[in-house]
């Protein structure tokens, strides 16, 4: 039978977040002593043991690439809130050739519920993958760290302020220990949008005083209400929607080329202003997120950076960032990635390259066993932080800075996980919404 804690239908927020600042301190409760060494597996001849928290798609996906990144790497232990997603996800890994043979996840190491991430960290894995909703990372990263585990952290990695500082003040523990933190904000590991980039470093289009990021896509998936479902099981099986658990669109998915757009200025704003809202998405099945949002952020050296994104059925969609500099322009998506220095000289990039997703996990497993292990902590919390500021300034109507975003004491944390009633979704209205 599969491990469930009883405690499940009972876990308050304080002892959830109790529990993880107690294993923080200690190392011992989960663990801790599985990978004392953090280079134990340097030698290459050692299995390297995965554990997968979160098995949605994007998990399935994950574990996957994990699988195919080393020789000898096993997946032996998944947890996920409910049964029925660690069942997909295990039959899905099944399924494919290359990870097949790397499954050894018996029937005792298949943990349900909220506190099932306890379980398989107080499993024998090595390293263990975060890709449950954002809400639920700060947490889940704070406990692999306090027990001796490699992490790799699906983006974003929190919804509010207090969950990034809880993120920094974990990657720097990490990095004491001599943990990998990997990212799944994994523009950065491609190879042409490295090139480009450090091309832009080098000054082909001089100082950039512009830039823009575009995310505009169409709707996604939504599940349609069981009548067995409590509100919590509603809004866990739609946290796409909800802004406790996904941040908000702006902050899930656009964090990606707000990333970017960081990672080219080689640091972050000092204050934004927008506006958003609910065109199209205002039936109370679409919880309580913007369905388009427009951010004005400002540079501490003048330079402006407008953020745009949109989530609204049969309208243009594109994905991009640009940059515009004294000497010329950037265009820095997927589909393009090119340069043009005014009247000088143009750039493209046109090669083939290996899938950066498989790039994420190559990098990290290389890391463990050369016992060098990679730590992207503070550009994945920070960039995570843009895009809250600019979920905070289109929801309030303020001006907000830096400094106010990363001090803000918002907390979307519900007071208890339970099975039970849900947090209060009110839909935020600029003016009306206090900045906190």
């Known amino acids: 039978m599969r491990k469930e804690q009883t405690s499940n239908h009972q876990t308050t927020r304080r002892q959830f977040v109790k529990t993880s600042a107690t294993l ?3 190392g011992t409760s989960l663990g801790a002593g599985a990978m004392s060494t953090p280079s134990v597996h340097a030698a290459g001849s050692d299995v390297i043991k995965v554990g997968l928290i979160g098995c949605g798609g994007r998990g399935t996906g994950a574990a996957s690439q994990a699988l195919k990144a080393d020789k000898n790497v096993k997946l032996t232990a998944m947890a996920d809130a409910f049964d029925n997603r660690l069942q997909l996800s295990l039959q899905s890994l099944q399924r494919i050739d ?4 790397k499954l050894d996840v018996a029937i005792e190491r298949q943990f349900v519920g909220f506190d ?9 894995v090595d390293v263990v993958i975060l890709t449950t909703p954002p809400h639920f990372r700060p947490i889940h990263l704070k406990a692999a760290i306090a027990a001796g585990k490699h992490v790799f952290a699906e983006k974003p990695v929190a919804v509010d302020a207090p969950g990034v500082r809880s993120v920094l003040e974990t990657c720097a523990e990490a990095k004491r220990k001599e943990l990998s933190v990997v990212s799944g904000l994994c523009l950065r590991y491609d190879a042409g949008f490295r090139e480009t980039v450090k091309r832009l470093h080098d000054g082909a289009i001089g100082e950039i005083h512009t830039l823009v990021a575009n995310d505009y896509r169409g709707s996604i998936w939504q599940k349609p209400r069981k009548p067995d479902w409590t509100d919590m099981h509603f809004q866990m099986r739609n946290w796409y929607y909800f802004t406790w658990l996904s941040g908000d669109f702006n902050v899930e998915q656009h964090v990606h080329y707000l990333d970017v757009c960081a990672w080219v200025m ?3 704003p000092t204050s934004a202003v927008g506006m958003g809202g609910r065109q199209v998405r205002t039936d109370k099945k679409f919880g309580n997120i913007y369905d388009h949002h427009s951010v004005t952020y400002k540079y501490a050296n003048g330079a402006e950076f407008f953020s745009n994104c ?3 059925s049969d309208c243009k969609n594109d994905m991009s960032s640009h940059m515009h500099g004294s000497k010329g322009w950037a265009l820095v998506s997927e589909k393009t990635l090119e340069i043009d220095a005014t009247g000088t000289s143009s750039w493209k990039f046109d090669e083939k390259v290996k899938n950066m997703y498989q790039v994420e996990h190559d990098e990290l497993f290389a890391g463990i066993r050369s016992g060098r292990p990679l730590n992207n902590g503070e550009y994945m919390a ?6 809250i500021m600019g979920r905070m300034a289109t929801y309030t109507g303020r001006e907000v800075t830096w400094k106010q975003a990363l001090n803000s004491k918002q907390d979307l944390s519900p007071e208890q996980y339970a099975w039970g009633p849900a947090p209060e979704a009110p839909i935020a209205m600029p003016g009306i919404t206090k900045l906190v």
Do not use: C, F, H, I
């Not at 290359?98 to 043979?101: L, T």
């Not at 920070?382 to 895009?387: G, P």
């Open 24 to 26: 923080a301190m200690t």
């Open 98 to 101: 290359g990870v097949r043979d």
């Open 116 to 124: 099932a991430y306890k379980n398989l960290l107080a499993s024998d």
């Open 266 to 268: 080689d640091g972050y």
């Open 310 to 312: 949109r989530q609204q």
């Open 382 to 387: 920070k960039s995570t932080l843009l895009a």
